[in-house]
């Protein structure tokens, strides 16, 4: 069964320590995204990578930093410069640019909560 | 600024009528549109599309029309069922730097019901 898993599903942390947040997934997509959801917000664009060891900003990128070391791996780290960690994280993947197919697909989320 | 602009936040209609959910866009780049559809503390579910060259897209309850002209799209769902409850996303997609992302609306809110 194809799809994007992201654990865990809620995660506490404390004010000042990073936090990784995982997504895996196994579509075989080349590209992958993160994304943050505030609350009667859309979607904001953290991170994003491409192919396997190049990722790049997207409009909120600050206080977060990412890796992609597998194809099937993109983990999130929320770090303590990021000065409103709190919400809700998705991590989508698609086929990437020049394949035609411009849909993202989505894992079903990571709700951190930083106190 | 906001490049893609669902006005409404919320939408209430009843079963069986039809629910028109509205998306204004400012960037004449965007080459393909999509909604989302997204239930609380899921990720959102891909629910149609439709290229920039065309004006009209059905899957069987749902239509996605594109008038590119006003910058506008609109998605049809009839008839709305009560399932079909959930917050919607319009999105647009944009080729940069040999990249494509996604630009999303606010959502709007939809409630059928019954």
């Known amino acids: 069964d194809g799809g994007i898993t992201q654990s865990p599903k809620y995660l506490f942390r404390k004010e000042g320590q990073n936090v990784t947040l995982s997504c895996e997934q196994n579509?075989?997509?080349?590209?992958m995204y993160w994304y943050r959801q505030d609350p009667g917000q859309g979607l904001r664009l953290i991170y994003y990578?491409?192919?396997?060891?190049?990722?790049q900003k997207g409009d909120i990128a600050e206080g977060y930093s990412v890796s992609r070391e597998k194809k099937e791996s993109f983990p999130l780290t929320v770090t303590s410069a990021q000065k409103n960690p709190t919400a809700f994280y998705l991590c989508?993947?698609?086929?990437?640019?020049?394949?035609?197919?411009?849909?993202?697909?989505f894992g079903p989320g990571t709700r951190l909560t930083v106190t | 600024d906001q490049q893609v602009k669902q006005n409404s936040p919320s939408l209430s209609v009843q079963e069986g009528r039809i629910s028109i959910l509205n998306c204004d866009y400012t960037?004449?780049?965007?080459?393909?549109f999509l909604w989302y559809k997204k239930y609380p503390a899921e990720g959102p579910t891909f629910l149609i599309s439709?290229?920039?060259?065309?004006d009209k897209n059905e899957d069987g309850r749902f239509t996605v029309f594109l008038n590119k002209s006003a910058k506008h799209l609109s998605l049809h769902i009839v008839p709305s069922q009560p399932g079909d409850s959930a917050v919607y996303f319009c999105?647009?997609?944009?080729?940069?730097?040999?990249?494509?992302?996604?630009?999303f609306g606010k959502g709007t809110k939809l409630t059928v019901n019954p």
């Open positions: 579509l075989n997509h080349d590209a």
């Open positions: 960037n004449s780049m965007f080459d393909y």
């Open positions: 990578s491409q192919i396997v060891n190049d990722f």
């Open positions: 999105a647009a997609s944009v080729a940069q730097g040999g990249s494509e992302k996604l630009v």
């Open positions: 439709i290229s920039s060259i065309k």
């Open positions: 989508a993947s698609s086929n990437g640019p020049g394949t035609g197919a411009y849909e993202q697909y």
